[in-house]
């Protein structure tokens, strides 16, 4: 029996992605109305800080200050919704989202990406097909939802997924690498194989392509293919 390397997470590092830090724009209101809208705003460039220089445990104490004044801000509520994500707080994020349904609508990623990290997958798949029923809209969530499916076992349907994948923020050689992951865990060796190949033609070959070609290869039960195939993916490890 042959085990493909684990998928790599969905995010670098598993960490939420950077660029879906919400914008405050807030900071930059003209006018103020009286003193307590003021100290918001205040607070509001104080928090501008620590998003722009990625800390956000500093931001936390700050929000929390602001939600003490404006109660139900939801641009406050975006905030720490992202922070808690980034501070790997994922069950006080799913918290949030019950005590606040202002964040239902414009946190459907955040939310299905927090169950994900709770490993309560079938929730989280629930959450992606009511948000994006369709596939080829959002590369966020279709790239959470190839993640999912794995977790899931529904091995096949993630590799069409990831195999469906075609953007300019996405790798193709990782999607290569996961995508036949997911074929080859679906008995779909021979199709994984001729991912990888393809791939490696195009953009030369990865020591994760070649580890997954491996993998592939020994599901076959050409143990001496396969030899020599992971003799290539050390080699490229180097």
Not at 12 to 35: C, E, G, I, W, Y
Not at 197 to 208: F, I, P, Q
């Amino acid at each position: 029996h042959s085990t493909n390397r684990s998928q790599r997470f969905l995010l670098p590092n598993s960490r939420f992605p950077q660029k879906t830090n919400p914008p405050l724009h807030r900071v930059h209101r003209a006018f103020v109305l009286d003193a307590a809208m003021a100290a918001v705003e205040d607070l509001f460039a104080e928090l501008q800080v620590h998003v722009e220089s990625d800390d956000h445990a500093a931001a936390l104490p700050v929000i929390d200050k602001i939600l003490a004044e404006a109660p139900g801000d939801e641009d406050a509520l975006q905030c720490k919704l992202v922070a808690l994500i980034h501070t790997k707080r994922f069950r006080d994020a799913l918290a949030l989202f019950e005590s606040a349904p202002a964040l239902a609508g414009a946190g459907a990623f955040e939310k299905a990406y927090v169950l994900y990290r709770l490993n309560r997958q079938e929730e989280a798949i629930e959450a992606i097909e009511t948000a994006a029923p369709k596939t080829g809209v959002d590369v966020r969530m279709d790239l959470l939802r190839a993640q999912v499916l794995y977790r899931l076992g529904r091995y096949h349907d993630s590799g069409e997924v990831y195999g469906a994948l075609e953007d300019d923020d996405t790798d193709p050689g990782e999607m290569a690498v996961n995508q036949s992951a997911a074929m080859s865990e679906a008995g779909e060796a021979e199709e994984a194989e001729n991912v990888l190949k393809g791939t490696g033609a195009m953009l030369g070959e990865s020591a994760d392509m070649a580890y997954n070609r491996a993998c592939a290869v020994i599901a076959r039960g050409d143990l001496a293919r396969a030899l020599n195939v992971l003799d290539a993916a050390e080699t490229l490890h180097r």
